[in-house]
């Protein structure tokens, strides 16, 4: 039996190691195009920001590890062009430029996301980046030496491309950022929550365009100038963080069903086709509040669908469940994190709220280093709680979690503000914050 896993990211990977972990007899063999693996996209800002020493510090595992100490297989700089999934092969090209083929038992497509670059002028120049992979990441940094760049533009302001922005100013860079939205973090926080963000890193010194698109990148060659409402300024160079978009194009070729977004699976993570599994950035999930299709483009999912992935390719029932997309970010002194719906997602979809909200401390107030946190949590007709946004300097990510859990149980206002939260002065308030924004809903409601 062999099982061929096409991608080495945080999907392929665990997917393989699972199976490994379950199944010590099947060969498992994982093709991917990177010369490098088992390293995690999320770390590059912070290796541009220099709070990560190298590169090499966020490679976790080599090709040798994998074959030693768990008899995987990894075909590195190779690129899968073909599947027949008839006959259970996929046709691959090497380095070289050699072309052959590999039998499959089992096959399973971590083919993540590709870079979403929009069709403006001047986007193939010299000089304008894309932040997928460890190679981009790298390519920056020798640009900005090699050049000794001073201004950049970065162009989307999501979570990478605001770290990003975070990590090239304090790289030493002047720092443009342009969104064609009308707010910073658009995909995980309302306006007034992202206003905070926006603030922050304003009063760092990076300048926002907020409601335009960038019209187009100037020079002859390389990088001049960026024009965004008619206007120019100039810059040596633009990092394009405007998004993905899921590689489907081999499940296409297997005849693997394609659903709105991405490709189809069961919660088992099948695909239509009983003996090929995908998992991560290229495969479509079910929202757990709407019960909708949604895409979920984040290391934490794909690890998780490899787990429920490489169980039932061992041969063990697993299933993977709803998705609140749940996320977190760290730029500069601000953890920034989001989970289930906003208010803005709310009102799109017709779903009526109760908003509550808090600014409060970290810690108790006497206690010396605490920190501000503002809490926003959304509360559904039913007073079951939908949604959560944190902007803080501390403890972000724990209290995204718990919210996450109180999401998936359908937790009510009452109940949380009757739940029991631990306290110790250099670690938190005697009052916890969550709860101070849970009483400010039951507030309004007996307004």
Known sequence: MRAVIVGSGAGGLTTASTIRKYDKDIEIVVVTKEKEIAYSPCAIPYVIEGVIKSFDDIVMHTPEYYKKERNIEILTETTVIDVNSKENKIMCIDKEGNKFEIDYDYLVLATGAVPFIPPIEGKDLEGVFKVRTIEDGRNILKYIEENNCR?????GAGAIGLEMAYGLKKRGLEVLVIEMAPQV???????????????????????????KPLEKIVGKDRVEAVCVDNKLYDVDMVIMATGVRPNIELAKKAGCKIGKYAIEVSEKMQTSIPNIYAVGDCVEVTDFITGEKTLSPFGSTAVRQGVVAGKNIAGIEAKFYPVLNSAVSKIGDLEIGGTGL????ANLKRIPIIIGKA??????????????????????????VVGC???????????????SIAIFKKVTAEELANMEFC???????????????????????IK
């Open 151 to 155: 201004k950049v533009a970065v162009v």
């Open 185 to 211: 973090l658009p995909r995980f926080l309302d306006p007034d929550m992202a206003e905070i963000v926006q603030k922050y890193l304003e009063k760092e010194g990076i300048k926002i365009i907020l409601s």
């Open 342 to 345: 906003t208010a803005f997602s």
């Open 359 to 384: 600014t409060a401390l970290t810690r108790a107030r006497y206690y010396p280093g605490g920190k501000r946190i503002d809490i926003k949590m959304i509360f559904n007709e039913d007073c079951r």
């Open 389 to 403: 946004q944190i902007v803080g300097g501390e403890r972000v990510a724990e209290r995204i979690d718990a919210m």
């Open 423 to 445: 306290y110790a002065p250099p670690v938190s308030m005697v009052y916890e914050p969550l709860s101070l924004a849970v009483e400010d809903a039951l507030n309004k409601l």
